[in-house]
């Protein structure tokens, strides 16, 4: 649908986002929405932008060079997420458009999803479920889906931003040692009060039990995790993404787990979402979930709230709370 009016920024919202988000837009822009709620293909997006000032976009949305030369009138993306390596942050700035991004109100649900996944995958959760569904549960067995502890055990966080120390923070039950690894390692006292150790990469991969991969994807961390690096991890290690799909090498990681080089995984983000390498799904020692580390209700609603307040606010001239441009 669109609502006219003369004066206001004309702004497209690619998917259709939570009520309180699109309120907010509405008061000052006149908006349309994609009521389909359907991934759109890039030159449909491109169709769609044209004549628009401002843009509120998804991770899976590519605002490219391309996209952003054919839409001249764009002044404003507003991405609903924290992760932007779907924007050519560099096209976009040479165009002199506002891009931003929502860090912050999805920090804890996405650390709670990364522990979801640790714990599905250590104690087989989604496998019993099956099995009992399957009817195979005729007895309590001595031996029967055995999986292993979490207390006491070493974690290992790749990427240790908001994310990554929200992760760690969440380990504190489970008496754990907590390694971490970052581009730039964190002060001493910030280390002591999180109670965390820095670890270059392959150190981190040799110890840990528990690996979780909390990074954002640029070119240093692109197939971050390959081959080599899951040679390095324990037979009993587990690897769990909730990050970006591509900073691990998705065939190495199939291959690594049929050949039992580690223990299993979790993933919530792949390499070419939404597809998910076939070797994957004829896995038990994986827990997959579809890209919803952000989706509880809370932060969902949150996201859009920023998203479009942010995008208004590049579009009247008001402060913009998160720009990446
Ligand atoms: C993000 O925000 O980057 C997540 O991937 C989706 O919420």
Known sequence: YRRDSLSKPEVYVSRVIPETGLNILEEKCDVTVNEEDKQLSKSELIDNLKGKDGALVMLS???????????????????LAVGYNNIDVQAAKEAGIIATNVPGVLTEATAELTWALLMAVAR????????????????????????????GKKLGIIGFGDIGQA??????????????????????????????????LPQLLAESDYITVNAPLNSDTYHLIGTEELQIMK?????????????????????????????????????????????????????????IGSASKEARYELAEKAASDLVAALTGGEVENPVT
């Open 235 to 291: 037979e009993t290690a587990y690897i769990i993404n909730t990050g970006r799909g591509p900073i691990i090498d998705e065939k190495a990681l199939v291959k690594a787990l049929r050949e039992n080089v580690i223990a299993g995984a979790g993933l919530d983000v792949f390499e070419n979402e939404p597809d998910v390498e076939p070797g994957l799904l004829e896995l038990d020692n994986v827990v997959l979930t579809p890209h």
């Open 124 to 151: 087989r959760v989604v496998e019993a479920d099956k099995f009992l569904r399957a009817g195979k549960f005729k007895s309590w067995g001595p031996k029967l889906l055995m999986g292993n502890d979490i207390y």
């Open 61 to 79: 949305d590519e605002i490219d060079r391309e996209l952003i030369e054919a839409c001249p009138d764009l002044k404003a993306v507003s991405n």
């Open 167 to 200: 992760v760690a923070r969440k380990a504190a039950g489970f008496n754990m040692e907590i390694f971490y690894n970052k581009r730039n390692r964190l002060s001493i006292p910030a280390e002591k009060r999180l109670g965390v150790e820095y670890k270059k």
